[in-house]
Every structure is written in structure tokens, then in C-alpha cells.
T-cell receptor
Framework: DSGVTQTPKHLITATGQRVTLRCSPRSGDLSVYWYQQSLDQGLQFLIH???????AKGNILERFSAQQFPDLHSELNLSSLELGDSALYFCASSVDSGGTGNEQFFGPGTRLTVL | SQKIEQNSEALNIQEGKTATLTCNYT??????LQWYRQDPGRGPVFLLL?????KEKRKERLKVTFDTTLKQSLFHITASQPADSATYLC????????????FGQGTELSVKP
């Protein structure tokens, strides 16, 4: 158990809908990262927050947005869902602001299925 | 274009042998490189980190090397065990991009008893 929690574990929804994925980092970690993993694309970096501020962005679609709250939990919002958004979404956390090499601790993931 | 590539074919080895996994990258100047293990349906787990100014790092049965001239990292598992069977991911961290990690596609390792 990494100490990172993600809810829900599974989510099944329809095209065009909007969903929110939630992540709680390990106690003491200030950074939260979001990744998307699909069979054809592998593990893709989406976005990084440190202590409530956005630090780095990957190829995150405009339909996706994220935020980190004062209690450090984070939410990833996916809207106007398409079939291709079906994937495993991982959240990870680390103690530092990123870039110094500290390991990232990954949560168990949320499996999103868009029908 | 920028790429990070790992052996796409699964690696099958006999228990007790050394597994060697390769990670090559192009058009990146990574500050460091990390290796993770991922089991089916689970999140990746950190194994080792090596910085650009380091040639080699070891941890128990694991060894990683980093050659910035060849733009390659090698990951070795010595005295492999069936419990080492998993997918291994390399990830590089570009400079000045926060904690962004660029992951390779992973290599699936299968260790037979």
C-alpha cells in the first residue's frame, strides 16, 4: 500500500458525460501528479500540482481539468467524455516540488470505461 | 522528435539468471531517470533513480546504469526469481519541468522456475 488513495476504483459512464476522479496523497506529500494509462499510449503524464499550484502540464486535453485543494487532495475532472478516454487514471504523490528526483508514490488507479 | 523506447517484446528468462532491460531515449536531456515496476492492474512502484552525473546505482539484486552519450539506461536484475515477473517501466525527467516524468512503454519480464 503506497498510502495514496484514489476514488472511485471503477467508473462506467456514457459518452458526453462528465466525471470527477479524486486523489488523496500520502501524509506529508505536497505534490500530486495525474497520469493516464491506456494500452496503446502507455503511461502519459497529465498534470502536476504542488501545494495547490500548477507546476507542470503534459498533453492534457482541454476537456480535462484538475485542481489541488488546501487539504492537498486533488480532483481530475473529465468532461464531454469520448470512447477514447477509457483508460486507467493514476494519481501519484511526492514530498518535494518535483524535479529533484524524489520517487513518486502511485495510487491504485481509477479505471474509467466510457460506453 | 522526442522518444523514449524500451524493448517492446516480452523478456523470458530462467530463474537464477540475470535479466537485462534496455531504455533508449532521443532528443531529451534528462536530469535523472527512474525505474518502476508495475504489476497487472496496479500502480507503478518505484525501484531506482539514477542522475545524469552517475554511471551506476545498485540496490540489493538491482543495478541500473546510465550512459548519457549513448542515451541509454540498462536495468539488471541478478539471481532473478519468479516473483520478479512484472512490467518494468523507465521514466525520465526533463529539466525544469517540475516533477513531470516521461515513461517508456515498459518491458514485460517473465521469470520461469
Amino acid at each position: 500500500d503506497s498510502g495514496v488513495t484514489q476514488t472511485p476504483k471503477h467508473l462506467i459512464t456514457a459518452t458526453g458525460q462528465r466525471v470527477t476522479l479524486r486523489c488523496s496523497p500520502r501524509s506529508g506529500d505536497l505534490s500530486v501528479y495525474w497520469y493516464q494509462q491506456s494500452l496503446d499510449q502507455g503511461l502519459q503524464f497529465l498534470i502536476h500540482y504542488y501545494n495547490g499550484e500548477e507546476r507542470a502540464k503534459g498533453n492534457i486535453l482541454e476537456r480535462f481539468s484538475a485542481q489541488q485543494f488546501p487539504d492537498l487532495h486533488s480532483e481530475l475532472n473529465l468532461s464531454s467524455l469520448e470512447l477514447g478516454d477509457s483508460a486507467l487514471y493514476f494519481c501519484a504523490s511526492s514530498v518535494d516540488s518535483g524535479g529533484t528526483g524524489n520517487e513518486q508514490f502511485f495510487g491504485p488507479g481509477t479505471r474509467l470505461t466510457v460506453l | 522528435s522526442q522518444k523514449i523506447e524500451q524493448n517492446s517484446e516480452a523478456l523470458n528468462i530462467q530463474e537464477g539468471k540475470t535479466a537485462t532491460l534496455t531504455c533508449n531515449y532521443t532528443n531529451y536531456s534528462p536530469a535523472y531517470l527512474q525505474w518502476y515496476r508495475q504489476d497487472p492492474g496496479r500502480g507503478p512502484v518505484f525501484l531506482l533513480l539514477i542522475r545524469e552525473n552517475e554511471k551506476e546505482k545498485r540496490k540489493e539484486r538491482l543495478k541500473v546504469t546510465f550512459d548519457t552519450t549513448l542515451k541509454q539506461s540498462l536495468f539488471h536484475i541478478t539471481a532473478s526469481q519468479p516473483a520478479d515477473s512484472a512490467t518494468y517501466l523507465c521514466a525520465l525527467a526533463p529539466y525544469n519541468q517540475g516533477g513531470k516524468l516521461i515513461f517508456g512503454q515498459g518491458t514485460e519480464l517473465s521469470v520461469k522456475p
